[in-house]
């Protein structure tokens, strides 16, 4: 899979955008592991960008749509993932595309902002969020989605020159890692939302929130046996995962 779609010539930069953030217990992230312990949590999105394309992977969440879903969960302000973007020189008509990772909540709530972009989600995704009788679906807000007219795509896809995406079912039926050739190597936003801990030095630690552990541990070594490094969805800080590879 990696040879044969790192196989092209465009390097790209990944820039974390924070919408916003706030305290939560690391065992909410590492499952089985760091109980009672808080960590700073990163709520937001993945700039993708090359002097010719421009890509947005997941949309982040504001404080007020978190507080409206959790109303006991402390945020921090921040803004719109808009206003980050145009410090940024990038206006949301000029994102040719939102990789959406998964449809939870906290990854899908500003995607209205960009109306004219490509909107990319995996089938099996799509079709599980579309239910409502899963222990899973208070994690889907379907008025953030329902109205959206998505690009669909079936397992491990190239979205572009540079950039694909690989199915890593586990955290939910159709979590997308989006896989990016920069000059320094192959990095990829996750998709499965976990922080920093659960590269550690003592192994991987799949996520606390999952659909399947085994999927999920399955997800795991096939992300960390295909890139370089990892950016943990909900840390926004980029891991050297090299050391994992077998």
Known sequence: MKSKIDSGESFYEIYPICTTKGPRPASSYTYLNNYYRDIETFYGAFLIKNEKRT?????????????????????????LITKSLSVMGVVPKKIDAVILTHLHFDHTAQLNLFPESRKIVQRSEYDFAMRDDDYLSFFYRKEYFEEIEFDIVSGDSVIEDGIWVLHLPGHTPGTQAVCVRTEEGISAISGFCVVTDNFSNEGLIIPSIHSSVSDAWEGMKKLVDTVDYVYPNHSGKKVDVRGYKK
Do not use: A, N
């Open 55 to 79: 890509f947005l992977v997941d949309t982040g969440i504001t404080d007020r749509h978190y507080r409206d879903i959790c109303p006991d969960r402390q945020c921090t302000s921040e803004h």
